[in-house]
């Protein structure tokens, strides 16, 4: 007897590339995770995986295996998807990438309300750097911010997003305030290592100029950048959703306030989801749906209460 559950934990063993990880996916102790891999292989009488003790990788009847094991579980989902769609009662999981931003300050309340709405449907969210990256082989959708994604996959803008250049009281006591694009070469930026490191570029008056800076501190994680900021230790550009409430709390005071921040071809940031490319499944776009209308939803209140404008995509 085959074990279905058995052949889905060896496709993300593959996926995680450690035993570890995948056992605690499906609330097992690795050394279960290993009988039940062990037990496949006797199933089949061949060796899947040569595994040492830093290294795991496919043999090459594990790798014929894994391509029968990835096209069965997927046939398998999308009949359950089907099956839940004509029954309105979707079921399964949804593996959901984002970066640390989203994945903490907006997508929460999201996450509970659309559970709320759709009991039978897991969700798996992992957070990234390059959340696009995780769609090549573990999630089925991605919560990407920022520049227009690659073109080779399916993707939907939710919003369009601003920058506000800004610092602290504190910081901006001891230093003068910049009044043109040029002074902020002397000034001390903050910066995301995967965001524009040596230069910023700005729309002014229609010509888009590009400022060299010099890169103070630099991280990986945008929450920990706007805690830099109040804390005084330099200038940042984030986005407004970001940097707002603590303009609103006098925490923090915009810069250049006439310039708009953009990418050196002019595109301002938005907000996307993005689908691997290939089939889409009903529960998947009911997510995508649902996101984009709570956050789109939430974007027209701020507007509302705030007597300012965004741009929605979705």
Known sequence: MINLSAIRLFVRIIEH???????????????VASRQIAALEHAFDTKLLVRTTRHLSL?????????????????LDALH???GAMQN??????RLSSNDYAATAL???????????????????????DPTALLKEECEIALHAGRPPEADFICRRVLTYHRYLCASPAYLATRPMPRQIADLAAHQCLTHTHDERAAWSFDQDGAIVTQTIRPFIECDNFLSIIELVQAGVGIARLAD???????QAGKLVRILPTLRCVYPDGEVPGTWLLFANRRILFRT????DFIARSMARSRRAEAGEEGRGAVIDG
């Open 89 to 94: 009662q979707p079921t399964g999981t949804i």
């Open 17 to 31: 590339g450690r035993i570890a990880p995948a056992a605690r996916e499906f609330g097992l102790a690795p050394s």
């Open 241 to 247: 959703t970001l940097v707002e409430p603590a303009m």
């Open 285 to 288: 776009r009911l997510l995508a």
């Open 81 to 83: 998807d089907e099956l």
């Open 107 to 129: 997508l929460p309340p999201i996450l509970a309300e659309f559970c709320t709405v759709y009991p039978g449907i897991r969700i798996q969210m992992i957070t990234s750097n």
């Open 59 to 75: 043999t090459p009847t594990g790798a014929i295996f894994l391509e029968w094991a990835r096209a069965t579980t997927g046939s």
